[in-house]
């Protein structure tokens, strides 16, 4: 047990719509990193947050955009879904930024576009 | 993209034998994590090798880092069958974001 949840666990949607993904980091920890794994891959970095502001960004459209809340939580929304955007997202929390870059990772969100 | 490749993709061993997997990297590195996955769950961080480290031990796992080869390996000794999972690299390049192999799938057989 990492002490990150994520919420839902499992979600449906339909091609166009969007979503919202909802993470509360571990006790303490000031950043939280969002990770896209698709089936068989591992997982990408989509942005970081560090004290509500976004720290880095990976290879992701403006679609995907992320918010971080003054308890340290985060929320992950994708906007306009696309059948690709299927996979397992996945939310880190770390104490130190910059840190040694290790993370603690919650569960994950299931997503799946029809 | 992905910073690290893992080798193999997937290993099959018998319980007790060692399992070995290998990660080559492309860019220069502050540190090296290994992680673990099971069935698609969330990742389990195992050990840190920093760039200035050449070994690195935590119960059964020895990890080994060669910066001049751009390569790791993670050597589990004595395998269980509840250490079947996917195994990734990681690499921390200064800041606080990891960058992911494609992982080794590994199946311990009773």
């Known amino acids: 047990e990492t002490g990150v949840t994520q919420s839902p666990t499992h979600l449906i949607k339909t091609r166009g719509q969007q979503v919202t993904l909802r993470c509360s980091s571990q006790s303490g920890h000031n950043t939280v990193s969002w990770y896209q794994q698709a089936l068989g891959q591992g997982p990408q970095f989509i942005f970081q947050y560090y004290r509500e502001e976004e720290n880095g960004r990976g290879n992701f459209p403006p679609r995907f955009s992320g918010l971080q809340f003054p308890n340290y939580s985060s929320e992950l929304n994708v906007n306009a879904l696309e059948l690709d955007d299927s996979a397992l997202y996945l939310c880190a929390s770390s104490l130190e930024n910059p840190g040694t870059g290790e993370l603690f990772f919650g569960e994950g969100s299931r997503l799946t576009v029809l | 993209s992905q910073q690290g490749e893992e080798d193999p993709q997937a290993l099959s061993i018998q319980e007790g034998e060692n399992a070995t997997m290998n990660c080559s990297y492309k860019t220069s590195i502050n540190n090296l994590q290994w992680y673990r996955q099971n069935s698609g769950r969330g990742l389990v961080h195992l050990i840190l090798i920093r760039s200035n480290e050449r070994e690195k031990h935590s119960g059964r796992l020895r990890v080994t880092l060669d910066t001049s080869k751009k390569s790791s390996s993670l050597l589990i000794t004595a395998s269980r069958a509840a250490d079947t999972a996917s195994y990734f690299c990681?690499?921390?390049?200064?800041?606080?974001?990891?960058?992911f192999g494609k992982g080794t799938m590994l199946l311990v057989s009773p």
């Open positions: 990681a690499t921390n390049s200064g800041y606080s974001t990891l960058t």
